[in-house]
């Protein structure tokens, strides 16, 4: 069956540094993925999404990357800030062509 | 425009009641979905709309669990009766197309979170 998995322990980051996310998938080959931020006790937020053709896309100080043959996509938020602690959720687009979401990260930036 | 809005945000219930959760899409979207979101379970999709029509409902998880959408403006999730285990964040998403160059981006509203004693 297809399988997402994000990390599932809390990132803990500096203010200031580089947050890197993982989200594996396995048993199948997405045609795009899209990354979602969210908050406590409010819905997913859309961030960005990458395609199957393309390697790297970014937006002001996110970049998500997108690796077909590792199966892997990585979410990077650079020059962190406290601002940016949430919940980010990893969702391939599944073979029934619906998303198929991650359990999530929860990501922690330290002044 | 305002976004998808979920009625209520917070809805306390004895078991065996019956519960209907609303949900408002966003004007000139295509696509409604139901989602459950839980600890355990993550983000679970229920069934999904495409211009009000039912396409697939294989989340729903028991025939206690139904929904409706009368018209593109409008859907409703019903649970009736209601058990301590459906106790969890409901959320409705609306969203255009997601094939070829659309992104199918959801749109998420802020959720009803059901609360089953």
């Known amino acids: 069956s297809q399988k997402i998995e994000q990390n599932s322990e809390a990132l803990n980051i500096q203010e200031g540094k580089t947050a890197t996310l993982t989200c594996n998938y396995t048993?199948?080959?997405?045609?795009?993925l899209q990354w979602y931020r969210q908050d406590p006790g409010r819905g997913p937020v859309f961030l960005l999404l990458?395609?199957?053709n393309e390697k790297e896309k970014r937006k002001e100080r996110l970049k998500v990357t997108f690796d077909t043959t590792l199966k892997q996509s990585l979410f990077h938020i650079t020059a962190s800030q406290p601002a940016d602690s949430a919940t980010y959720l990893c969702?391939?687009?599944?073979?029934?062509?619906?998303?198929?979401w991650g359990a999530g990260t929860k990501l922690i930036i330290k002044p | 425009d305002a976004g998808v809005i979920q009625s209520p945000r917070h809805e306390v219930t004895e078991m065996g009641q019956e519960v209907t959760l609303r949900c408002k899409p966003i004007?000139?979207?295509?696509?409604l979905f139901w989602y459950r979101q839980t600890m355990m379970r993550g983000l679970e999709l229920l069934i999904y709309?495409?211009?009000?029509?039912?396409?697939?409902d294989s989340g729903m998880p028991e025939d206690r669990f139904s929904a409706k959408m009368p018209n593109a403006s409008f859907s409703t999730l019903k649970i009736q009766p209601s058990e301590p285990r459906d106790s969890a964040v409901y959320f409705c998403?609306?969203?255009?197309?997601?094939?070829?160059?659309?992104?199918?981006?959801?749109?998420f509203g802020e959720g009803s979170r059901l609360t089953v004693l």
């Open positions: 998403a609306s969203s255009l197309a997601f094939t070829g160059p659309y992104t199918g981006e959801l749109f």
């Open positions: 004007s000139g979207h295509d696509y």
């Open positions: 709309f495409n211009n009000n029509v039912p396409i697939d």
């Open positions: 048993n199948y080959s997405p045609a795009y």
């Open positions: 990458i395609r199957e």
């Open positions: 969702a391939p687009l599944g073979s029934n062509y619906q998303l198929i």
